[in-house]
């Protein structure tokens, strides 16, 4: 062991001058060196050297050969046998083989294919690869091995040899020619750039003495030195020389490797280092590493019989297969220990090592004020040269795939990252043990992360985002084997035309997440890789391609793979959101890739409340309070938003930005989406093309709501949208953005998008009322305050105030309808009769202004837009309902319009105040004629059309006001047709409309029959408020023919003959055909002269049952009577009489005196 202790003393001092690699093959050098020159003593050249070393096709024969005294054994020579020579043959004189030694000869023969029986280098081979208990050689032949080996190790002239071998080589290597010779840096130059080696005798020279060296820890140069108490404190020095087997410590170094790569177990930095060389040194063969090749000699031939061996690619081909079921547990747990050797330095791969050697250089990752022990580290190199990649810097494609080949091995197994294993060791033994296999273990963890089965402590939830950033899977899925294997179906399905490995591959998994096409479990894996990716922007390879020079000009981040404890990674993304939604006004906008990526982005994190990291950590405990329930998709946000106004401040801002922000893009709530993708194929295409939406997609959806494409799903989640867009005018972007100032001006703090609404319209229609000159409103805040209101008609529910008021009342009354296309709203104004007093002033004021603004009426404007499109496109807004009025008895009037034309109608009369023409016409007439009216009327009741009642008797003493006499005349010509347009008749009538009238009653279409019906029957109508309200209805008849339908169509012919040159109103067509009628030489129709005689009687009826209700009506009878010259000269009699009983008769009271009166 002397040379092995020079070998040492060079190491110290060839630290400064030479890699560490040089010093670590001292002893290989030395004892190379030694070898050659011993056996190339007496002959010269290349020739003898390759005797020597058995590399001699034929035998060489020359002069005096070197010898050596091997403890105890005879003088000997090494030299090849003939090519082809296959027959154990008697040694030549002074040839000595391993094979002719008596102590090794039965077992060459035994073990040893016959071929290399003449080669004592493929003979050591031979024995020292023996490791079945059946086939083990004899204790003398391991101590005559070992003693062959020793004496080879130690020859001090084999420096000089190995110049004549690799002559050519040194030539081309100027590196290694020019260093010192007799101190063995020549040799450890030539196993460093072994690799480059092409001279077939140099390289054989290399690699066998290397094989040589490491069968036996004790035979590495420093190895013992450095590691002997290591050895001693660990008990890994078991097998001992003199024991069986010696040749093969190979256990030695496996065990000190073991502790190394245990967390639990120290080992001293001298001796780490040396077992790192070890490692290192052993990377390009596999049979280098003697414990691993034993380990895993069956499982090689089992699944990589067909890899060459060489420069890692047996190992490469063994870690690929490390998780099948078919690999033995020894060999599986042999192959960990190589990896987290890789994983404390990447030297230890060989093939990762000369792939990345020139972008390691390229890109300073091995700088030298780096520690040693941070740049070794595979994390750091994966990290420096994945920094380099996203950077948009070129790496060669040979060290990307190496890169992540090992990427994939670090996601495979959870033991080879030692922070894992650390700080996760907890967690892992109670949620998650025995599920270490392709990456579950880690997998299993996330899922801790995210909360969904157990909670992952601050450490391990640190050491698992460190993984996922060394790893970074976003730029591969198939780095994440789990991931991989879950989602292949999917990818296969739907994800076919995008590039294998490409990126954009987890973007389109997200994007069917929750799809038929998706399955549970890649859902489940896919959220937990994304929950992780989710927390650091540069995760996402494609985000940060297209948003690193944003993201450092708006919010000054640093570089791939470096942090800030100022804005943490998870702040950058919402920094750039924050300028991805700004106006052209604000500035500072991200650029158009970047905008576009981070909406994707969103739109991902909109599926599950637990990819918004910001969110999840501030309503972590109000998720608990309000949402514990609420784990379908989407319904953790949508639950935050139904109780926003009980959130926690912080959570509530956080939940009210991301609304905000949905507002203006509504296409982040990618459920909602999906949901709604026909009727936005259909009506709304074009929006969704948009790149920048600001609303109008959300508008678009609002306004088809209730398309026959609309499911349930769409309606359910725009209508949800609509309710949160209540809690805050700025969840309305539209809104916002147009009346962001007025709202400001007008009506500071005001928060509720309702009572903003309330506040602005209010503004508009004060401003309006007073003929203000400028409005204080503006103009593009008055229309989109128009579309607002529009919207909120359709669902009471939007109008929260309303539903408040009326939600027993619902639950009463209206329980089975839905809420939609303003259905209860609707159901409320049916049973307004029996609402309670709170719900039915709300819906009269509803009501109200509907009438005054018929645009209002939801369902008015959703049942007659196509009429509206044809007899009123010129129409004023506020005279839309006067003008379907007018229309109402068209030919191509749709009956479905009609009927609620009709309803409207019906609304109006029960109240002037609900007719907003008519209140205006007879503002005057109303407090003039029936006051007494509404003296009688107590507060919050309607008036069930006694104003409209009174109004009509008033039209038909002809004292009304032109205007008011219009509007009344229309409303009795509506009534005529329509008995149901009489709230008065219906109220006292309604028993003999039944019985006296069900034919009529019955018929399909209204022509005034019922209300002819109850003339007629008149004389069988009992009860007095009936046969008043039919008083009254021949009474407003004698005003105008116009007003009696059935009269009017029976005469229609005789008025235009008869009556031409008359002027319709004030009875006067009336008089001319009752003048007609009278006069004999006139000829009236038959229909129309009956019609005309039953109206006389009926009228004649009338003036003896229907009593005066004052003096003016008394008058008005008398006048209006066919008697009146009789009742006028009873009058005159009667007033002639009294005074002539008061000229004759004096004063009937007794006389005062004067006297008396002065007292």
């Known amino acids: 062991m002397a040379a092995c202790g020079r070998g040492s003393l060079l190491l110290a001092g060839a630290a400064l001058n030479w890699r560490w690699l040089r010093a670590s093959h001292c002893l290989l050098a030395a004892a190379l060196s030694l070898l050659l020159a011993w056996h190339c003593g007496a002959q010269g050249g290349s020739d003898r050297v390759r005797d020597a070393l058995g590399m001699h096709n034929q035998p060489q024969d020359g002069g005096p050969v070197g010898q050596v005294e091997v403890q105890g054994l005879p003088q000997a020579q090494f030299q090849a046998r003939p090519q082809g020579q296959a027959q154990f043959q008697a040694p030549r004189k002074n040839i000595w083989r391993l094979s002719e030694d008596p102590m090794c000869h039965e077992d060459v023969v035994r073990l040893c294919p016959k071929h290399t029986w003449q080669n004592n ?195 490469k081909c063994l870690f690929n297969h490390k998780f099948e079921e078919a690999m033995s547990d020894k060999c599986r747990e042999a192959l960990t220990t190589r990896q987290k050797l890789i994983v404390q330095d990447y030297k230890v791969s060989y093939s990762l090592a000369k792939a990345c050697k020139n972008d390691l250089r390229k890109y300073r990752c091995n700088a030298e004020n780096l520690p040693r022990a941070r740049e070794a580290r595979l994390s750091y190199l994966l990290l420096c040269l994945e920094s380099s990649v996203h950077r948009g810097r070129q790496v060669s494609g040979e060290c990307q795939g190496e890169m992540l080949d090992y990427r994939r091995m670090l996601m495979e197994d959870f033991s080879l990252s030692p922070e894992i294993v650390l700080n996760c060791r907890s967690e892992i033994e109670l949620h998650c043990s025995g599920l270490h296999r392709k990456g579950r273990t880690l997998h299993c963890l996330m899922r801790m992360g995210r909360g969904d089965k157990g909670n992952l402590g601050q450490n391990c939830q640190q050491s698992l985002q460190s993984l996922i950033q060394e790893t970074d899977p976003g730029a591969d899925y198939r780095i994440d084997r789990a991931l991989n294997e879950a989602c292949e179906s999917v990818i296969q399905t739907a994800c076919k035309h995008i590039r294998n490995g490409d990126p954009m591959i987890l973007s389109c998994l997200m994007e069917h997440l929750y799809t038929e096409k998706m399955v549970e479990e890649c859902e489940h894996r896919l959220l937990e890789l994304q929950y992780f990716i989710s927390r650091d922007w540069k995760l996402d390879p494609v985000l940060y391609r297209k948003c690193q020079g944003d993201a450092s000009r708006l919010c000054h981040t640093q570089g791939w793979n470096q942090t800030s404890e100022m804005l943490p990674p998870g702040a950058v993304f919402s920094c750039l959101y924050r300028h991805a939604y700004r106006t052209e006004e604000q500035g500072r906008r991200l650029s158009r890739d970047c905008r576009a990526e981070i909406q994707r982005i969103l739109h991902q994190r909109a599926l599950d409340v637990k990819l918004e990291p910001a969110l999840q950590e501030r309503c972590i405990i109000d998720l608990g309070k309000w949402c514990s329930e609420k784990t379908d998709p989407g319904q953790e946000l949508e639950c935050l938003q139904d109780h926003l106004d009980d959130l926690a401040v912080d959570c509530r801002d956080i939940v009210g930005n991301l609304t905000e922000l949905e507002s203006e893009d509504i296409q982040i709530e990618a459920l909602l989406m999906r949901a709604c993708d026909p009727v ?194 010129d129409a004023d807004s506020k005279n839309v309902l006067q003008c379907l009025k007018q229309n109402k008895n068209a030919e191509l009037m749709d009956p479905k319009c009609k009927q609620m034309i009709t309803k409207r109608q019906i609304t109006q009369n029960t109240d002037y105040r609900l007719n907003p023409v008519l209140r205006k016409a007879c503002k005057a007439d109303i407090p003039k004629f029936c006051q007494s009216v509404l003296n009688n009327v107590k507060d919050g009741k309607e008036l069930e059309g006694q104003v409209v009642s009174c109004l009509k008797l008033k039209y038909a003493d002809q004292r009304l006001s032109s205007d008011c006499e219009d509007q009344i005349r229309r409303i009795i010509q509506e009534s005529a047709l329509d008995y149901r347009l009489d709230p008065q008749l219906q109220i006292h009538c309604t028993k003999e409309i039944n019985s006296l009238c069900a034919e009529e009653v019955a018929a399909q279409e209204q022509t005034g029959q ?136 004096g004063r009937i009271t007794k006389r005062v005196t004067r006297e008396l009166k002065d007292r």
């Not at 603004?853 to 959703?862: A, S, V």
């Not at 004030?1066 to 055909?1073: A, D, P, Y």
């Open 680 to 873: 936005i194929q259909t009506y709304c295409h074009e929006l969704a093309d948009n790149q920048i939406d600001s609303g109008d997609l959300m508008e678009c959806l609002v306004q088809n709501k209730h398309q026959k494409e609309m499911n349930e799903k769409c309606v359910v989640g725009v209508t949800h949208f609509q309710l949160i867009q209540m809690k805050d005018f700025r969840f309305s972007y539209k809104f916002k953005m147009a009346c962001k100032e007025d709202v400001l001006k007008l009506c500071p703090n005001i928060k509720k998008k309702v009572d903003v609404v309330i506040c602005l319209s209010t503004t508009v229609r004060n401003d309006t009322l007073q003929e203000n000159k400028e409005q204080r409103v503006s103009i593009k805040c008055r229309k989109q305050l128009r579309v607002e209101e529009l919207e909120m008609t359709e669902d009471i529910r939007l109008e929260p105030d309303l539903y408040v008021s009326c939600k027993v009342d619902i639950e009463k009354h209206c329980q089975n309808v839905p809420f939609g296309n303003a259905q209860v709203v609707e159901c409320l104004k049916d049973v307004k009769k029996v609402l309670s007093t709170r719900c039915h002033d709300k819906i009269f004021k509803l009501q109200e202004s509907e009438m005054s603004d018929p645009e209002l009426d939801y369902t008015l404007m959703r049942v007659c837009k196509q009429m509206i499109k044809r007899y009123c496109a």
């Open 1010 to 1145: 019922v209300e002819e019906c109850l003339k007629i029957n008149l004389l069988k109508i009992v009860g007095e408020p009936c046969k008043k309200e039919v008083l009254n209805l021949l009474q407003e008849s004698k005003a105008d023919i116009f007003v009696d339908p059935v009269l009017h169509a029976a005469c229609g012919l005789d008025i235009k003959h008869q009556c031409a040159s008359i002027q319709p109103g004030k009875g006067r067509q009336m008089s001319c055909l009752l003048e007609a009628l009278e006069d004999k030489t006139v000829r009236l129709q038959p229909d129309c002269k009956k019609r005309l005689q039953d109206r006389l009687e009926m009228w004649s009826y009338a003036a003896k049952v229907a009593p005066a209700e004052g003096f003016a009506d008394l008058a008005y009878q008398v006048m209006t009577s066919p008697s009146k010259n009789y009742l006028m000269g009873l009058l005159a009699l009667g007033v002639c009489i009294l005074f002539l009983l008061g000229m004759t008769c």
């Open 121 to 315: 280098f493929a003979v050591l081979e031979c024995l020292q690869d023996v490791r079945e208990v059946d086939d083990e050689i004899s204790s003398d032949c391991n101590h005559l091995l070992w003693n062959y080996k020793f004496n080879l190790t130690t020859d001090p002239k084999f420096e000089a040899a190995a110049g004549e071998v690799c002559k050519i080589t040194l030539g081309d290597v100027k590196e290694c020619a020019d260093q010192e010779p007799g101190k063995g840096y020549i040799i450890s130059c030539l196993i460093e750039h072994r690799a480059n080696i092409t001279e077939y005798q140099c390289r054989q020279f290399i690699t066998k003495m290397t094989a040589i060296i490491f069968s036996d820890y004790q035979l590495i140069c420093g190895f013992v030195d450095s590691c002997k108490n290591d050895i001693n404190q660990l008990k890994c020095g078991s097998i001992r020389p003199g024991e069986k087997d010696v040749h093969s410590q190979g256990e030695v170094v496996s065990c000190l490797e073991k502790a190394l790569v245990s967390e639990d177990k120290a080992i001293s930095d001298n001796c780490k280092k040396a077992i790192l060389r070890v490692a290192e040194l052993s990377s390009d063969d596999f049979h280098l590493d003697r414990h691993l090749y034993f380990s895993c000699r069956d499982d090689r031939e089992r699944f990589c019989e067909d890899i060459l061996g060489g420069e890692g690619r047996v190992y």
